[in-house]
């Protein structure tokens, strides 16, 4: 039988209609009022076709990364060849080993792990040692309200009534913690992300002020991401559990920021750290070292079954963040859907379900 190869890379960009139930966000100086995906699509000479996902908000860049430099590397190849990816990323190095390079990294590793379950006729969760748990509960995901309390009281008790168990705020100050506090009552956990909000000399205080409402986690409070010894100092100093990696870049920025003791969480993000086979090992290394893995997945996409398989197959639970808003499609509602927040996990081959072609349809730029 002749090998498997692959026989074209497409990316599909969308832009999906988004409403937060207060005034947009701000993101990049615009208001944030759709939710932008690249979903990256590669079909074989075997007829399957896998789907993957690149950070979205890079979504004008992608196509030419692939266009460039992913292509002539790719096409051609086996999607099942395990040193592959390895091999691209390698032949990359020297245009950076962050951003839309490794963005786009990540859309074509989730999309051979999908090829490479449908031709073996096996979901990823199998790929990856199988399942440890068939249901993986999801947590709520608002966005900024810039410390509008009466936004936050609203819809932390809107994720309430829809079944979430667990609730991220992305706000800034202590009255906006204790005002979701007063609506879940004691028992619901609370995260806090403040998108590196704070210089290490500034941190303490606000962090410290936190302490009351009993975050489950204050996650990324300084600026730079990176300055793992200020992170560590923080955590030392204000006793509160800290959480960060979404702007990690490599399973090395993970090995570095838990030998610090800079946090209690890593959460890489696996549109952006390097796809399946990257957050792999780090949530495979970060747990053996004692730190729980909790990725970032505030996208709904194929990178979001795959965290969703992640989730599944490693030692610790953990939550599936799940941006919440009212958005036009939510991709797999009827294939592998959020009820009250709890997914299955899907045992179909590859992710086990492909994105809507209708949703394609509508909401492709």
């Known amino acids: 039988m002749p090998a498997v190869t692959i026989t074209s890379i497409d990316t599909v960009m969308l832009r999906i209609p988004l409403d937060t139930w207060a005034p947009p966000p701000m993101y990049a100086g615009k208001p944030r009022t759709d939710v932008e995906a690249v979903y990256v699509r590669v079909a074989t000479s075997a007829g399957v076709v896998g789907w993957g996902e690149s950070f979205g908000s890079t979504w004008s860049l992608i196509p030419a990364v692939f266009d460039k430099w992913i292509r002539p590397l790719a096409v051609g190849q086996d999607p099942t060849d395990p040193e592959l990816m390895p091999k691209i990323e390698r032949l990359l190095h020297g245009l950076g080993r962050a951003g839309p390079i490794m963005h786009v990294v990540s859309g074509l590793d989730i999309a051979l792990l999908d090829i490479r379950g449908k031709l073996e006729g096996v979901s990823v969760s199998k790929l990856l040692g199988g399942a440890k748990r068939k249901r993986v509960e999801t947590y709520a995901s608002l966005l900024q309200y810039s410390g509008n309390v009466e936004h936050v009281k609203r819809n932390t008790a809107r994720a309430l009534e829809r079944g979430y168990k667990h609730i991220k705020l992305h706000e800034r100050t202590a009255d906006a913690v204790a005002a979701a506090r007063g609506v879940t009552g004691p028992g619901i956990p609370i995260m806090v992300d403040t998108n590196c909000a704070w210089t290490p000399e500034q941190a303490q205080a606000p962090v410290a002020a936190m302490a009351p409402s009993k975050p489950h986690w204050v996650e990324e409070p300084i600026w730079p991401p990176e300055d793992f010894e200020s992170l560590a100092n923080l955590r030392k100093a204000t006793g509160m559990p800290l959480a960060m990696g979404e702007n990690a870049t490599s399973p090395s920025d993970f090995r570095k920021m838990v030998a610090a003791g800079a946090t209690d969480f890593v959460q890489p993000s696996i549109v952006k750290v390097g796809g399946i086979s990257h957050l ?29 398989h992640c989730i599944a197959c490693k030692d610790r639970d953990a939550p599936l963040e799940r941006l919440f808003a009212d958005v036009g499609w939510i991709a797999y509602s009827n294939t592998v859907p959020d009820r009250n927040g709890v997914m299955d996990v899907p045992d179909g081959p590859g992710l086990g379900a492909d994105p809507e072609e209708d949703m394609i349809a509508k909401f492709r730029v």
């Open 280 to 308: 792999w090992r780090i949530a495979t290394e970060s747990e053996k070292a004692g730190v729980p893995c909790v990725p970032h997945a505030f996208f709904f996409g194929p990178g979001a079954l795959a965290t969703l």
